[in-house]
Structures are given as structure tokens and as C-alpha cells.
């Protein structure tokens, strides 16, 4: 693994801590879905993890909720605690466990009750101030990469023990 070193505007992923960092975030997110806009905000929350693009979590008066039902099953992380899932459903499409929230964070991530994630691959689009992003290598993170941050990302093939 050889870190991209940041140009200017950029954050490198390698800079980021660990533990992880929750900061307040006022880019302007959006997310599209079944070709309706599911979510629009400038109040987002970002987590900053050694080698993760930052994950965005929204607020949910900023989401139209319904069109998230909860999914079953759920995952833990220990940070942020228990993680529970929703499948987002727009009239005939479905994207199953496509976002999660944590309903009793942590007292250090205290400030994401109330708030969500969405992956970016099943969305139609997922926008940071009118730039698409990428989703994060791999099936189980839930980052998003744009131009102003470089990796290399956790998540892809041979990445599993960073």
C-alpha cells in the first residue's frame, strides 16, 4: 500500500484517526433514487476513519423516510455500537439494506441518532455539492470518494487487514 499524497484541496485518508472522528459537515448532499430525490441537506455529519472515505449521515428531516422501511438483521461496530438497516423502496425498484443508522449510539457518537447513511452504489446518484461520488471499494463500507479525497481506500481486494 502507497499513500497518494493530497494536492491542494485534497484530504488523504491516511490523515484521518483512529478512532474514528465525528465533525459537522455543511456541504450540500443529495441523493437520488427510482428518479425522485430522497434526500437534500447542508446539516450532515461526517465520520473520518484511517483509510475510509468519509461516510456522510443525514438527518432525518432532511430524508424522505417513506420511502426507508427497517430491514432485519443489523451489524456492530465498536465506535458507534449497533447498527440497524433500511431497505429504500420508490415505486417498483428496491435497493435491500441500502442505509443504516444507529438507533443508541455511543456517547462519543452521540450526535448520530437521528441521522442515516446511504450507500452510494444502488443510488441513481449521490451528490457533495453537485459532484457525484463513488462508493467506497468492497460491500460492507459505506464511503464516499470525490476529487478532494484520495486513498488508496479500504475495502477493495487485498485490503482486509489494514
Same mark, same amino acid.
Given at each position: ?5 493530497? +494536492? *491542494?484541496?485534497?484530504?488523504?485518508? @491516511?490523515?484521518? /484517526?483512529?478512532? *474514528?472522528?465525528?465533525?459537522?459537515? +455543511? ?39 417513506? %420511502? ?10 465498536? @465506535? ?5 438497516? %433500511? ?12 442505509? @443504516? ?7 462519543? %457518537? ?10 452510494? $452504489? /444502488? ?6 455539492? $453537485? ?10 463500507? +459505506? ?8 486513498? *488508496?481506500?479500504?475495502?477493495?481486494? $487485498?485490503?482486509?487487514?489494514?
Amino acid at each position: 500500500m502507497k499513500r497518494i499524497e493530497p +494536492g *491542494p484541496g485534497q484530504e488523504s485518508v @491516511w490523515d484521518y /484517526p483512529r478512532p *474514528p472522528r465525528l465533525e459537522k459537515s +455543511g456541504r450540500h448532499i443529495q441523493v437520488a433514487f427510482g428518479g425522485i430525490e430522497i434526500a437534500d441537506t447542508r446539516a450532515a455529519l461526517r465520520v473520518l476513519e484511517t483509510s475510509h472515505p468519509p461516510v456522510y449521515y443525514l438527518p432525518f428531516r432532511d430524508v424522505r423516510m417513506e %420511502f426507508f422501511e427497517q430491514a432485519g438483521g443489523g451489524s456492530y461496530c465498536e @465506535w458507534k455500537g449497533g447498527a440497524e438497516y %433500511f431497505t429504500i423502496a420508490v415505486a417498483d425498484r428496491k435497493a435491500e439494506k441500502a442505509a @443504516w443508522h444507529y438507533p443508541r449510539p455511543t456517547r462519543a %457518537f452521540a450526535e448520530l441518532k437521528d441521522h442515516l447513511a446511504i450507500y452510494a $452504489g /444502488p443510488m441513481d446518484a449521490c451528490l457533495i455539492d $453537485g459532484q457525484r461520488v463513488q462508493p467506497q471499494p468492497g460491500g460492507f463500507y +459505506g464511503g464516499w470518494i470525490t476529487s478532494d479525497v484520495v486513498g *488508496p481506500f479500504k475495502g477493495g481486494p $487485498g485490503t482486509r487487514g489494514w
